[in-house]
């Protein structure tokens, strides 16, 4: 079956809706790079009708879509973006490592195919895109989405109070951020850390001086103040008692 641009002759075998997906990829990608004014090529990869790859000149970090599970994707590698397909899957950690995951999908407009970019991030519905919506920059692949992500990313980042030289957040605080972002994966990642460093995960109470004092909290002696306060709260004077 030809290429829709007539570039390209494909030699597959198989005839179903999605067989020619990589064809309409490699179309959809080149009338992108001319769009938004991008030298650069699309290729298409062994195994054929699994991966395609979009470079650019210059060496700017290229894209390499997985239309299917046949490659497995490489996400230390410099030199191209992992774009997967719908029924590719990702592992929890890489997605909250990396904070999010481009997708790609080809949806049917009468006899044709049309591709959408997604955004999938932790806690969030994956939200697709037509390629006019995307763009490069020099960091990497943008979506709206992923835009979004990063100035929201940007505005609660954690920062030291002036004149106290940087570090970084503190166990305590990567907590809070992981709460504040309400994705039970992210808490999970941020408490693991956490525990592999050997950090306290909260802080200890402090022994109260006016529970164990007896007269001044309203009780004659420290064996009446200790039972009374072995679930570690005082009910009379409110004072916290730590546990020996």
């Known amino acids: 079956m030809p290429d829709p641009t007539g570039l390209h002759v494909c030699q597959r075998r198989a005839r179903d809706v999605s067989s020619a997906d990589h064809l309409y990829v490699k179309s959809a990608a080149l009338a992108w790079l001319r769009d938004q004014d991008h030298q650069g090529d699309v290729h298409l990869r062994e195994p054929l009708g699994s991966v395609v790859d979009i470079a650019w000149e210059h060496g700017t970090r290229g894209l390499r879509l997985h239309l299917d599970g046949e490659v497995v994707p490489a996400w230390d590698n410099e030199l191209v973006e992992p774009v997967l ?10 997605l909250v490592r990396r904070r999010y995951v481009h997708r790609v999908r080809l949806d049917s407009v009468g006899t044709s195919r049309r591709v959408r970019i997604g955004t999938q991030a932790p806690a969030r519905e994956t939200e697709w895109f037509t390629l006019g919506e995307c763009h490069m920059s020099p960091d990497g ?42 994705s039970m994966a992210i808490l999970r990642s941020d408490c693991r ?9 909260a802080p200890r109470p402090r022994r109260s001086p006016a529970c164990w004092s007896g007269p001044s909290c309203g009780w004659r002696s420290r ?9 570690g709260w005082h009910r009379q004077c409110g004072t916290v008692r730590a546990r020996r």
């Not at 397909?85 to 890489?94: A, I, K």
């Not at 850390?193 to 995960?201: L, P």
């Open 141 to 182: 692949f943008r979506t709206p989405a992923v835009e979004e992500l990063l100035a929201t990313a940007k505005r609660t980042a954690w920062s030291p109070f002036a004149g106290v030289p940087a570090k970084g957040p503190t166990a305590v605080q990567r907590l809070e951020a992981a709460l504040k972002s309400k």
């Open 193 to 201: 850390t956490v525990e592999a460093g050997g950090r306290t995960m």
């Open 85 to 94: 397909g719908t029924t590719v899957p990702v592992d929890v950690d890489t």
């Open 223 to 231: 064996r009446s103040c200790a039972r009374t306060c072995s679930d």
